[in-house]
């Protein structure tokens, strides 16, 4: 148990709908659970996923006003509030992409030198300030820069050449998911794919595509496709165009869907970029084998071919249907997937990711 009490201030977007934001959640339990005094400053009013710690909703304030003013009024409410609690250290997981917000934030907001910004996704300019001058000023002053996976610390030392970059992977908090996983009994011979129904990341058209030129419909496999946005009815247009509206069922987003991930065949992932994708080493995490593209980033480094699931190439619609047929009809393959799947995120676990970050925060 880390003794000493060290205040973190971990700052998110939110903490619903994405895997961004749940990791955040776990970041405070795993943070909490080592000693460490925690508070959780969220920009929305959006609260679903389980955290631990003190919470400062500023999006209660964004919801009365969100006027200019009242986005400087909420500036000034997150500087008194960092500068009455002394925090060691910031946790910042939040998109950063506006220039002259993010710098006013770094000089009128943030204590100087304290700020741990963490990068969630490859698509990197959602992180950065798109003015690089800009960029270079906020960043030189962190500590550290924080990745989810490799091929992002890469990308970034790449554009910036930044000497301060680290990989801490997500972790998985497997006890809980499979506890979850056991308050419904769901039933029936489904894949799964879950999470932002946003196709121009998410790729769901892929997916489609993909089943409608496998085998799976003519088996009586049904692909359902769980979680809200602004794609749903687009995407029904196109499966009703493919006439497979009976086996592909669009189910809205829950907040528990861990026993349909326990219960699908596999899972699947064709996003056109990730960062460290939690639907992954969830499904993993619940011993379900996972079909992912290769996109940047993160599959690659959590999906070990033909051992845990299969990974193959993006945007290729032949090669996701022959992967989908791979695993209905190759029962020794799908046995060795699903077996080897759980011990595959071992070193996700809140302990492994824990400990990274006490070392980190104890530099």
């Known amino acids: ?10 700052i998110t977007r939110s903490l619903a709908n994405g895997g961004a934001e ?14 460490y005094l925690v508070h ?31 986005r400087f009024k909420r500036m000034l409410v997150l500087r008194q509030y960092l500068k009455k609690n002394n925090f060691d250290y ?8 506006a220039s002259w917000s993010e710098l006013l934030i770094s000089k009128l907001v943030y204590p100087p030198k304290k700020t741990i910004f963490v990068v969630h996704s490859f698509k990197i ?59 419904e009994k769901v039933t029936g011979n489904f894949i799964l794919a879950y999470g932002r129904i946003e196709d121009d990341v998410k790729n769901y058209s892929l997916l489609i595509a993909g089943y409608a030129k496998s085998q799976l419909p003519l088996k009586g496999v049904l692909l359902y496709i769980m979680g809200d946005g602004k794609d749903v009815v687009m995407l029904k247009r196109k499966v009703a165009d493919l006439n497979l509206s009976d086996k ?27 960062g460290f994708p939690m639907v992954i080493i969830e499904s993993l995490a ?43 009809n190759d029962a020794a393959l799908y046995k060795n997937c699903k077996s080897n799947a759980a011990g595959s995120v071992a070193h996700l676990s809140l302990e492994s990711i824990a400990k990274q970050w006490q070392q980190l925060l104890s530099k």
């Not at 148990?1 to 971990?10: E, G, L, P, Y």
């Not at 910031?90 to 992409?97: E, G, K, T, V």
């Not at 790449?158 to 308050?183: E, G, M, R, T, W």
């Open 125 to 183: 300019d959602k992180y950065f300030p798109k003015i690089t001058w800009i960029a270079k000023i906020i960043y030189k002053q962190a500590p550290f820069i924080v990745t989810v996976s490799d091929e992002i610390k890469a990308a970034v030392i790449k554009q910036f050449d930044y000497k301060n970059v680290l990989v801490i992977y997500n972790p998985i908090d497997s006890k809980q998911i499979n506890f979850l996983a056991k308050q």
């Open 90 to 97: 910031i946790i910042d997981h939040r998109p950063r992409s």
């Open 248 to 274: 592909i069922i669009f189910k809205p987003k829950i907040t528990n869907p861990f026993p349909y991930v326990q219960a699908a065949l596999f899972t699947t992932l064709t996003s056109k970029y990730e």
């Open 22 to 35: 749940r990791s955040c959640g776990l970041q405070s339990v795993l943070l909490s659970d080592y000693g």
């Open 40 to 70: 959780v400053v969220t920009v929305l009013d959006e609260v679903e996923f389980d955290f631990k710690g003190e919470i400062l909703n500023l999006g209660k304030l964004k919801n009365k006003d969100n006027s200019s003013f009242g």
């Open 286 to 328: 619940l011993a379900t084998p996972v079909i992912a593209v290769d996109c940047h980033s993160g599959p690659r480094e959590i999906i070990a071919n033909e051992q845990n699931g299969l990974l193959i190439e993006n945007n290729n619609a032949v090669a996701l249907s022959h992967a989908m047929n791979r695993f209905v």
């Open 1 to 10: 148990m880390h003794k000493a009490k060290i205040k973190i201030a971990i």
